[in-house]
């Protein structure tokens, strides 16, 4: 069962990674919007947090440690 339970949890995590930055190149107009940014900045700041998510050889070498107590 505890295995069950951090694959889920693995699996959020790897969706969370997805998600957000999908959303944040959808909503740019949206975000400017309500944020009075620069279109452009609002484009940095979506690059940048791509950048940041997508270190997956850290969350990979974290997943393996997390999931391999079986």
Do not use: H
Not at 15 to 22: D, Y
Request: hydrophobic share 50%; net charge neutral; aromatic share 12%.
């Amino acid at each position: 069962m505890k295995y069950f339970i951090k694959l889920n949890v693995t699996s959020i995590l790897y969706a969370v990674m997805v998600f957000v930055p999908l959303e944040l190149m959808i909503n740019v107009y949206r975000i400017s919007r309500l944020t009075n940014w620069e279109i452009s900045t609002v484009n940095i700041l979506t690059g940048v947090t791509i950048i940041f998510e997508n270190r997956s050889v850290l969350s990979q070498c974290l997943q393996l440690e997390f999931l391999s107590d079986f």
